[in-house]
């Protein structure tokens, strides 16, 4: 276990890394080409890692971090209201990404997630905001908006009347500009019948 202390001090600077990741790691260090799956298998048996889907892994118990498995990626929807304060309610993360991964609910250290996958061309207007030590990626309160209607996600019209009053109107109607007709129809006047 010769690589272990430079193993841990490299990816424990990271909120979630692939078995992709350790193995070019551990290769350049010199280490056999199978080694790093020996190193993981030992970490996850000991309980120094978590397994948060197949071949990616993270040091921390925290559920939010489970999105960087799915890179690209940003948290959506009801989860974006709860960490843009949008709402009162505690939430499941939700990931969204346009990778080619099955959607649904997940389990990760007793905790539920949802993976929901969006069109590429739908992969835009997040920002990033701090998380305990890590900067994670959410969607902005305009695109939160949109995707809740691209999902067909209910809410209740108080929380959407908190969404409407942190929209920039401007950049609303820059991001419709992105999106399929029938959502753009769907949306186009939803600021205006707001009072926004």
Known sequence: MRYISDFLHHFSEKPAFSANEARLFLKRRGASEGYHKLLLEKLYSSGRIYRITRGHYTFYEEVQHVGFAFSPFYYGLEDALSLLNLWEQETNPVVITPRKVRSGIREFRGRNYVVRRIDRSMFFGYIYIKYEKFYISVSAP???????????????????DEVFKNIDATRFKDYLENVPGWLKSKLTGVLDDSGG
Not at 142 to 160: A, G
């Open 142 to 160: 305009e695109k939160t908006l949109i995707d809740l209607f691209y999902f067909r996600t209910y809410i209740e019209n108080d929380t959407y």
